[in-house]
């Protein structure tokens, strides 16, 4: 489903690299994980698969069902099913998340060749689904993000993404700032989205989240490679032993 | 050496003083309005069209853009002005009463006159209540004396052609809307007055609706609104077309009173908004919103004055502009706060999203605070569309265009939701929403 190619990128004039080869392959059905100390580019790995123009890929390919992405605006990539669970969701003041879920679900269709959906078929999908995560119809009349607790903006990336019903979920650092309770809410939200045919890249800087959200593949990310691939108990060494071992591998 | 003689007149200038010379027989008053008429001719003539070394023309110079005057307005007839307004969409259908003022003048037969009386509202011609008037024109061309000097204005009194007078009774609370609508069916220039008194206790929305602009000629209108003693007015006020206009409103506020007003200049060729504000009475609140929307080398500029004359007030007042292309906004806002008006509590901000590089906005905001217990600020800011939420929106798969339109209705958001009923918001977010369209 995914592969990225020996990816190197860096932001805007600045040459430093900070994605120096990265190379991935998920198959549609598995979830990786990526975990990595701060500052190792994970976030700038998940912007660079969403589009954000920042950012400058200088080598590399990142294909996507077969199909090279680079060229393909962010719209054009989250209708042929790409999600980001953004780390730090921003807010949007004077958009009502109802009208901006509605907007983003519509227009995707739309992309897709699809109908639109119905306002009360539209009304159902979100009632379920925001009630399955806690989010109360105060939230959504809200506009975006705005006021929401940390806990909150996150619950609504996830709302997002079960509406969406993505091919490809990439959630960037969706644990933090949770407690042990919103955790829970966040990952069975998740888990119910896992299927043989979605793919899931959990990025994420702790363990904990792993337990609860199991992956079939753990891959470390230090200074912009992939240094170190394997099963679950990866994540448990790292947990124990931290990143010291990675760090300095890359250089 | 002085070159700035006043017998170098522009051309357009010159036409004026004809246009007056050879309407004063047909322009409607008693002796005692004709001698205001004369008045303010001359007071106009003194000073020629205002430009951009007159300080509150600055950035506005009437006088460069007018290059000739227009004949005035024809009159048009029930027919014609019933297609001018059948060709023009503003509220849809939205319940309201309606009062049409094509060419300049009342058409009562188009009008919800008798309706509206039934509400406890009564509606007049301005010309025949300038036949009757007697001194000092009974009050009907008062103009406050923080826009005494206003050249327009003037201009505005030496010719106006009509309009109504719209008296809400007291204690009358209007229960749907009321429209004005101005069209225009044939060319001429439209000089036109409209006043509106809400009596004590009242409560009424008006929606001004300037659909009479057309590239052919220019529009001058006055709408002066008398607000009695806690009475509530929302007021929103849409100015759209080609031509030149110049659009002033007039308002006295009483006491313990509220009000709530929006005005749009939307891509309209050259428009001028400039709004008198006086609080004469205790304990009132104004929330005044302006809005531009410009393109092209489309000029839209909101000048504001508000004066604190009395203690205890409130006002608010938000200006945002949206400016694309080569367009221009101007904002100029002065609260003014008398040495007696202690407690007044004033706020000014303006905020301009701007959507090319080439696109302007100028600022110019003034506190003049004669009394020392205030609180009176005023903040501006300036910018492009956030490139962070316009990425967030098209990772969720919204295209570019619909995105940035989302953002620009966001931007005005607040401003829209200020007048509360549904109709009217979704009515004002469906033409701001067709203007966005309309680009590229
Ligand atoms: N927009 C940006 N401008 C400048 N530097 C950036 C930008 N984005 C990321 N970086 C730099 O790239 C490196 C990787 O950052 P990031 O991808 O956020 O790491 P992680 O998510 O793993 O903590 C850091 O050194 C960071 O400072
Ligand atoms: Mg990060």
Redesign the interface.
């Known amino acids: 489903m995914l592969e990225i190619k020996n990816l190197h990128a860096h932001v805007g004039d600045d040459e430093t690299e900070i994605l120096r080869g990265v190379n991935l392959t998920v198959k549609p059905g598995e979830v990786h994980a990526i975990m990595g100390p701060n500052g190792s580019g994970k976030s700038t790995l998940s912007y660079i698969l969403a589009g954000k123009d920042d950012y400058e890929v200088t080598e590399g390919d990142i294909l996507f069902n077969g199909e090279s992405m680079l060229e393909m605006e962010p719209d054009e990539r989250a209708a042929a099913g790409l999600f980001l669970a953004f780390q730090y969701p921003i807010e949007i003041p004077g958009v009502a998340t109802m009208t901006f879920l509605k907007t983003a679900l519509n227009a995707q269709r739309k992309a897709r060749g699809e109908d639109e959906l119905s306002t009360p078929a539209f009304m159902k999908q979100v009632k379920e689904k925001a009630a399955e995560l806690n989010i109360t119809m105060d939230m959504l009349k809200r506009p975006l993000n705005v006021g929401f607790s940390g806990g909150e903006k996150k619950r609504s990336e996830i709302l997002q993404m079960s509406l969406l019903e993505p091919k490809l979920c990439v959630m960037d650092e969706t644990d933090s700032g949770l407690d042990i309770d919103a955790l829970k809410i966040v990952a069975e939200g998740v888990n119910r989205l896992r299927s043989p045919d979605r793919a899931m890249v959990v990025i994420t800087h702790y363990q904990r989240l792993l337990d609860h959200i199991v992956p079939d593949v753990v891959h470390v990310l230090s200074r912009g490679k992939i240094v170190k691939t394997g099963g679950k108990e990866l994540a448990l060494e790292l947990e124990k032993n931290g990143y010291a071992d990675y760090v300095g591998q890359a250089a | 050496m002085n070159m700035e003689t006043r017998s170098l007149k522009t051309s357009a200038e010159t036409e004026l003083a004809s246009l007056f010379d050879g309407a004063r027989e047909q322009l409607a008053g008693s002796d005692a309005v004709i001698k205001l008429r004369e008045q303010a001719f001359s007071a106009f003539d003194e000073r020629g069209l205002p430009h951009r070394r007159v300080e509150e023309y600055k950035y506005s110079d009437v006088r460069a853009k007018l290059k000739s005057a227009s004949k005035l307005v024809a009159a048009g007839s029930n027919a014609e002005a019933k297609s001018a307004l059948e060709a023009v969409e503003t509220y849809g259908d939205l319940e309201r009463y309606r009062i049409v003022i094509n060419n300049g003048r009342l058409m009562a037969e188009l009008s919800d006159i008798e309706a509206l009386k039934g509400e406890g509202v009564t509606v007049s011609n301005l010309n025949a209540a300038l036949a009757d008037a007697q001194d000092e024109a009974d009050g009907l061309l008062n103009v406050p004396s923080i826009a005494a000097a206003d050249p327009m204005i003037m201009l505005n009194t030496a010719l106006v052609l009509g309009g109504a007078v719209v008296s809400v009774g007291e204690g009358t609370e209007v229960s749907r809307p009321i429209e004005i609508v101005y069209t225009a069916s044939t060319a001429g220039a439209r000089y036109t007055r409209c006043r509106i008194e809400l009596g004590k206790r009242a409560q009424a929305t008006i929606l001004e609706s300037f659909e009479d602009n057309t590239a052919e000629a220019e529009g001058n209108a006055v709408s002066d609104f008398v607000i009695g003693d806690e009475a509530r007015l929302t007021l929103a006020r849409v100015v759209t077309g080609e031509a030149v206009h110049v659009s002033s409103v007039l308002m006295n506020i009483g006491g313990s009173a509220e009000v709530k007003a929006i005005g749009f200049n939307m891509g309209t060729d050259f428009a001028r908004t400039q709004s008198f504000v006086t609080f004469s009475g205790e304990h009132s609140n104004a929330s005044l919103y302006g809005i531009t929307m410009v393109r092209e080398k489309q000029h839209s500029d909101h000048t504001l004055v508000v004066d604190h004359k009395v203690p205890n007030c409130e006002s608010r007042e938000r200006f945002k502009a949206v400016i694309d292309d080569f367009a221009e906004g101007v904002f100029q806002g002065k609260i003014i706060v008398r040495p007696h008006a202690q407690k007044t509590d004033g706020q000014m901000m303006t905020q301009a999203l701007l959507l090319s590089e080439d696109a302007s906005m100028s600022n110019k905001p003034e506190l003049e605070i004669f009394a020392d217990d205030v609180q009176c600020a005023h903040g501006a800011t300036s910018g492009q569309i956030d490139e962070?939420?316009l990425?967030?929106?098209?990772?969720?798969?919204?295209?570019?265009a619909?995105?940035k339109m989302?953002?620009v209705?966001?931007?005005?958001?607040?401003a829209v939701e200020e007048m509360e009923d549904e109709g009217i918001v979704s009515a004002l977010e469906g033409r701001i929403r067709n203007w966005l369209s309309v680009e590229e």
Do not use: S, T
């Open positions: 962070d939420l990425f967030y929106l098209r990772a969720r798969g919204i295209p570019e619909q995105a989302l953002l209705l966001a931007f005005l958001a607040e």
